[in-house]
């Protein structure tokens, strides 16, 4: 097991690493920082949320870009402006005790005014939604001529809310690049064909292996109970877990909305986030939550990505996802860091054979708790 200095980071960057408690490399990245620091390659990297896959791309690309260069070296692309704003974040705060890197996050739901102007000033590092880039390329507002090196974060996200033709269009206009980078949880046709289309034929494949990609230090658990016994269930769970906080899935919004009600006549201090909610909104329930004013998140699949809160105890499922790659994403959204958590599944008996299909697809063992 390599230290990030062994890895080849350098020193003010593991200083800022130290401070953050980042202190032992994750999987994903003893496997990445030491092939992306030492030349120029194309990667498409396979791992879930939660591996540390920001640190992996981010250390390397914060060692190659010069910071008495004042144009644009970077590019990094998300699929939401939660994760776009939390990658600036984290950038940011690797920098603290090293020369500083400006990094710009600019994504759709804020004035592209506002955003323009931000890119006047020294901007190394451009973290962005796929559509907020396009318009900014169409008003000239950002210029791209010197970037060495595109990643692509959750691709496989960004592919599953419709940018594919961005996504396209972006990689062509950067197509004699010296390096991307491509990380995604899943591998599905769509991102093969980006795959194929725009990275080189000898691109570098990394695979946390399909063992590890399920986050080990979750405890998978489940309890039968029939619909009118659901909530009485949910409820003994949220009790045991005491005032750790947490977030609890539904599939539609309706049933976010309902739920969300059903536990505030509780007194459980809980918010919906969904699809619908205007951007002001969501914003405002994902503060409350950062600042614990809120103990409980109830959200559906699509308005859930790109949340990264740290010390979430659990997540439940109290409606289960579509596939198993929602189970995935959702469940990764606990024990985070090198902590542990739970994945608590509220299910019918017929609902069993599909955690049994979970089992085997994803190589997890569940856990029936009475």
Not at 99 to 107: P, S
């Amino acid at each position: 097991m390599k230290n990030f200095k062994e890895l080849g980071i350098s020193e003010g960057l593991v200083k800022g690493l130290t401070e953050l408690g980042i202190i032992e490399p994750t999987d994903i990245q003893q496997k990445v920082i030491p092939l992306l620091l030492s030349e120029n390659s194309d990667l498409v990297a396979q791992a879930q949320t939660g591996t540390g896959k920001t640190a992996a791309y981010g250390l390397p690309l914060l060692e190659q870009v010069d910071p008495e260069n004042r144009a644009v070296q970077g590019l990094i692309l998300c699929p939401t402006r939660e994760l776009a704003q939390q990658v600036a974040k984290q950038l940011f705060k690797f920098t603290k005790y090293s020369t500083k890197v400006f990094t710009e996050a600019v994504y759709g739901g804020e004035k592209i005014d506002r955003q323009i102007a931000s890119l006047q000033r020294p901007t190394q590092i451009v973290v962005a939604t796929p559509g907020r880039l396009i318009d900014l390329l169409k008003r000239k507002a950002v210029d791209l001529s010197s970037v060495q090196t595109i990643v692509l974060d959750e691709a496989d996200e960004m592919l599953s809310m419709g940018f594919k033709k961005e996504l396209d269009e972006i990689l062509n206009s950067l197509s004699s690049i010296e390096n991307k980078w491509l990380f995604s949880a899943t591998i599905p046709n769509g991102i093969q064909e980006i795959i194929s289309n725009h990275l080189s034929k000898d691109a570098e494949r990394i695979t946390v292996n399909r063992g590890n990609i399920v986050n080990k230090k979750i405890s998978h658990q489940y309890v039968v109970c029939d619909d009118s016994e659901k909530m009485h269930a949910l409820l003994q769970f949220l009790k045991s877990e005491h005032k750790n906080r947490g977030v609890i899935f539904c599939k539609t919004k309706a049933a976010t909305q309902k739920l969300a009600k059903q536990l505030i006549a509780r007194n459980i201090a809980t918010d919906a986030i969904h699809g619908d909610l205007l951007q002001k909104e969501r914003d405002k329930v994902m503060r409350a939550f950062k600042n614990e004013t809120l103990r409980i998140l109830v959200a559906t699949d699509v308005a859930a990505r790109g949340i990264d809160i740290s010390d979430l105890t659990f997540v439940a499922h109290y409606q289960l996802p579509e596939s198993d790659e929602y189970y995935t994403h959702r469940s990764g959204r606990t024990a985070r860091a090198g902590k542990e958590g739970v994945s608590m599944c509220f299910v019918s008996t017929s609902e069993i054979k599909t955690l049994r299909n979970y089992e085997r697809t994803l190589g997890l063992k569940f856990h029936q708790v009475k």
